[in-house]
Each structure stands twice: as structure tokens, then as C-alpha cells.
């Protein structure tokens, strides 16, 4: 267990909806980072927040935002959702965004 | 980010050591190369990194060339629950994001 808690662990929905995924960091870690990961991609970064601030964006699509709350738990918004937009999206934290992070398990997305 | 090179796949006998190589010529001075393995469509997980030393954990050890183009990550008796992929990144010290290759297919055979 790495101590960061993803929910919720499968999330099926149809075309055009909008979902909220919830990250909640290991104790102490200001660094969150999301990730996608679908079959024909691999492991893609989607961005990052330190201590609520974002730091740094990867491959993130307009219809998808991120934000980290105070208590440092972040929500990944998906919305108008395709059927490409299915894949695992996982949450990382780290104490600082030059150290190692660890990841959750991840929350399996299906557009339907 | 500097480029990884890994092999697809490995086999490992069980009990023995799995060595897992990877090439990353274009390193440079401040890039760190960080291990992680995932297991299934589980999250992956960090094993180890370093800079230019050696370094070992309680899961494996790190030994990267005096040159720092290439390294290998030891697992020092495989077991059949480190069948995973495992990735090799190279990482610049001030790089906020982990950048995935495919990594190798590491299976552990009993």
C-alpha cells in the first residue's frame, strides 16, 4: 500500500457526461501528479500541483482540469467524455516535486 | 528528458537473480535514472534510484556504469510476484513529471 487513495476504483459512464476523480496524497506529500494510461498510449502525464499551485501540465486535454484543494487532496475533472477518453487514471504524490513518487491504484475509466 | 532503450521482455528463473538492463547514452550530469515496475494494471510502484553511485533498498540494487550510459537494476532472488513491467526514466533534477517508456515485461518463471 503506498498510502495514496484513489476513489473510486471503477467508474463506468456514457458519452458526453462529465466525471470527478478523487486523489487523496500520502501524510505529509504536497506534490500530486495525474496520469492516464490506455492501452495504445502507455503511462502519460498529465499534470502536477504543488502545495495547490499548478506546476507543470503534460498531454492534458481542455476538457480535462485538475485542481488541489487545501487539505491537498486534488480531483481530475473529465468532461463531454469520448470513448478514447476510457484508460486507468492514476494519482502520484511525492514530499517535493524533486523526489520520488508513489502511486495509488488507480480509478479504471469506461466510456460507454 | 534523456531516452531510455530497454529489452521487451525478460525471463527469470525463480530464487535467481533478475538483472534488467537499460541504456540511457544521452544522460546528462544532473539526471537522475529512477526505476519503477508495475504489476498487472496495478499502480506502478518506485524501486530505487541514483544519480552515478550504486545504490541498494530492501528491493533490489541500482548499478549504473562510470559513464552513466547505461545501468542495471538487480533483483537479487526473484520471486514469482515481481512478474511486472519494469521501467528505466531518466529524469532531470528539476523535471516535475516522470516521463514512461514501455518498459520490460519481467516474467518469473517457477
Known amino acids: 500500500d503506498s498510502g495514496v487513495t484513489q476513489t473510486p476504483k471503477h467508474l463506468i459512464t456514457a458519452t458526453g457526461q462529465r466525471v470527478t476523480l478523487r486523489c487523496s496524497p500520502r501524510s505529509g506529500d504536497l506534490s500530486v501528479y495525474w496520469y492516464q494510461q490506455s492501452l495504445d498510449q502507455g503511462l502519460q502525464f498529465l499534470i502536477q500541483y504543488y502545495n495547490g499551485e499548478e506546476r507543470a501540465k503534460g498531454n492534458i486535454l481542455e476538457r480535462f482540469s485538475a485542481q488541489q484543494f487545501p487539505d491537498l487532496h486534488s480531483e481530475l475533472n473529465l468532461s463531454s467524455l469520448e470513448l478514447g477518453d476510457s484508460a486507468l487514471y492514476f494519482c502520484?504524490?511525492?514530499?517535493?516535486?524533486?523526489?520520488?513518487?508513489?502511486f495509488g491504484q488507480g480509478t479504471r475509466l469506461t466510456v460507454v | 528528458d534523456a531516452k531510455t532503450t530497454q529489452p521487451t521482455s525478460m525471463d527469470c528463473a525463480e530464487g535467481r537473480a533478475a538483472n534488467l538492463p537499460c541504456n540511457h547514452s544521452?544522460?546528462?550530469?544532473?539526471?537522475?535514472v529512477y526505476w519503477y515496475r508495475q504489476i498487472h494494471s496495478q499502480g506502478p510502484q518506485y524501486i530505487i534510484h541514483?544519480?552515478?553511485n550504486n545504490e541498494t533498498n530492501e528491493m533490489a540494487s541500482l548499478i549504473i556504469t562510470e559513464d552513466r550510459k547505461s545501468s542495471t537494476l538487480i533483483l537479487p532472488h526473484a520471486t514469482l510476484r515481481d512478474t511486472a513491467v519494469y521501467y528505466c526514466i531518466v529524469r532531470w533534477a528539476g523535471s516535475y513529471q516522470l516521463t514512461f517508456g514501455k518498459g520490460t515485461k519481467l516474467s518469473v518463471i517457477p
Open positions: 544521452t544522460i546528462s550530469g544532473n539526471e537522475y
Open positions: 541514483g544519480l552515478k
Open positions: 502520484a504524490s511525492s514530499v517535493s516535486p524533486d523526489t520520488e513518487a508513489f
